[in-house]
């Protein structure tokens, strides 16, 4: 009856294990090499951008000076450090995990064992969200030690930094918010087109052109303005959700400058609140569409 | 296990499993074969204007071995996945170990083994990883378990390798192993032969007798019809969608009171048979006599041949074989429905 030496109790659990299937899929991210290649880039990068921040410009004096216009300079630098290299790699490893499975067929392995689709995708989800928060934790660690070597290096003592006002730390931790934000953002997407496409070249192909295109699309729209001589082209770009992600620092920290990575809506006066709705509206569509079309579609690969 | 088809012939070893399978007390005790594991009632699907399956029932009892036949395109595999609940059905349902599968998924199809067409595997992770992979899926499956499966499938030795650098027949045998980490009480498996050369065949075939012999309820979908044939208790054939024939396997190839008769000079004999009301449809087929008895005995033959001075050399039981029972339900492709 049994080709198990060990009980049959053991061998099997009444229902699928969503702490399982999160496991499962930690294990799928953990053991490929391009997850690895992308981590080892993105410290590469992670290096030479933080060694460019303190060369650039007057750091010392700015330091000196005013340790808190360099401490938030130095910020928004690595938030923008961070949202690129956690973006390339939230889009290409969550849009691999979800494609592969259909691309490779394992899709229908997995679902014929009981795992329910909606169960797969909150744990393709979930594992994702983990492999954000460790890339957030780990770099945290990185931008912490090299500010605080900076301040040993620059001052003899890390009281500088220590001493800096509460309001440094509100800023630093609307900094987090924004770089989490923004991950949720990528792997909202990055699964989306994966669960539409079905593919890997797909998938992979539209989540890392996504954000390239619709901040390249505010000089199109630039252009179509000046042609058409209409403003609705320069108020479209209000609506596009690379740029709204790239102003997101400065609305939410209108007190003082906030220099924004690439490109911003072409729309003066944009509030954070305009900014959470068209992001929220965004992560709306893209969370439906692969919930939508992981519940219904039959799996044929 | 894998060692004994190279010693004994294939038929001895299919004569001792089926034995085991049908005469173990320990396994009579503990089965009840009239249960149905996996049924289905009215079951349809229709892809756009074209129907894939038609209104089909099937029954597959506890402890059977059960063969699913029909050309390509006859609406096998889209059962298949009906029944793991990968498609969802145009019409009726399906019923694993009593329960709905639509509504039940989770409930039953842990208790469910499958191998659907070509074995869906991770290929950058090694053999072990994948099964590792599946197993944190169930809720997890003790390492012991991995082992287990590992060597039943005989790949053990290739367990750290990555799945990319494995044979077809590799794939296909960690794709059974995937199947069997929770010991399931019922295997579905879809052309499990299928991309497989001869001594991949070879391979899986030992390792399906190794599973039959160890009581599984089997469903099998197959083209190797002379594997169905040693296999599998009961069959069903359907062709574009539709079953046209279900049976037990004895059945099917039963003779139907016609039987070979070998002779030196056979012309003499089908000219007096085909005189005979009862014997119309005495032939010659590669140079020996079928044809049918007065009785439906073979002594009746023999005799009513002798008293017009004919004897025959020997008398055999005309047993038609599955492939022949296929060709003949099943259109040739392009005819019409």
Known sequence: MSTAALPVAVLRPARPSFPGAVRSELLKIGRQWLTWWLVAGFAAITAIALVAIVASGAPRDTFNASPRTFYLAYLSGVLQVFTIGSGVFLLIVGSRLVSMEYGNGTIRMVLARGTSRLGLLAAQYTALAIAGALLLAGFAAVATASLLAISTAWHGSISPITSLPAAAWTDTWLNVLVAGVSMVVCILLGTAAAVVGRSVAFGVGVAVGYFPADNFAVIVMALLTRITHQDVWVNATQYFLGPILNYLPAALQADHRVRAAFFTPLVQGIDATHCWVVIGVYSFVFLAAAVALTWRRDVLH | ?337
């Open chain 2, 1 to 337: 296990m894998l060692w004994v088809s190279t010693v004994w012939t294939p038929e001895l070893l299919t004569f001792f499993l089926r034995l085991a399978r049908h005469k173990s007390p320990a396994r009579g005790a503990t089965l009840n074969v009239n249960t149905a594991v996996l049924s289905t009632h009215g079951l349809s699907k229709q892809y756009g204007s074209r129907p894939a399956v038609r209104d089909l029932d099937l029954e597959v009892r506890r402890g059977e071995v059960f063969g699913f036949l029909g050309p390509n395109g006859a609406g096998k595999t889209t059962t298949i996945r009906m029944a793991l609940g990968l498609i969802r059905p145009t019409a009726g349902w399906v019923e694993v170990l009593g329960r709905d599968v639509q509504r039940h998924r989770a409930d039953v199809l842990p208790r469910v083994g499958a191998l659907v067409e070509t074995p869906a595997l991770y290929p950058y992770l090694s053999g072990r990883s994948n099964l590792r992979a599946f197993a944190h899926m169930l809720g997890g499956v003790p390492d012991a378990r991995l082992d287990e499966v590992l060597d039943l499938v005989g790949l053990a030795d290739r367990q750290r390798d990555r799945v990319r650098t494995y044979s077809m027949g590799m794939k296909q045998r960690l794709g059974v192993a995937v199947a069997l980490l929770n010991d399931p009480e019922l295997l579905i498996l879809d052309e499990p032969a299928n991309g497989l050369d001869p001594a991949g065949i070879v391979e899986m075939r030992d390792l399906l007798r190794q599973l039959v012999a160890s009581g599984k309820t089997v469903f099998i979908s197959s083209h190797v019809l002379a594997e169905v044939q040693q296999i599998c208790d009961r069959v069903a054939i359907i062709d574009r969608g539709e079953l046209v024939r279900e049976a037990t396997v004895a059945d099917l190839v039963a003779s139907h009171g016609e039987f070979v008769l070998r002779m030196e000079n056979p012309e003499p004999a089908l000219a007096l048979l085909r005189a005979q009301p009862w014997g119309s449809a005495a032939r010659l087929d590669d140079g020996e006599l079928v044809a049918a008895s007065p009785t439906g005995r073979g002594r009746d033959l023999v005799r009513f041949l002798a008293q017009s001075g004919i004897w025959a050399d020997t008398i055999d039981e005309r047993q038609r074989n599955l492939e022949e029972i296929f060709l003949s339900l099943t259109a040739p492709i392009g005819a019409g429905s």
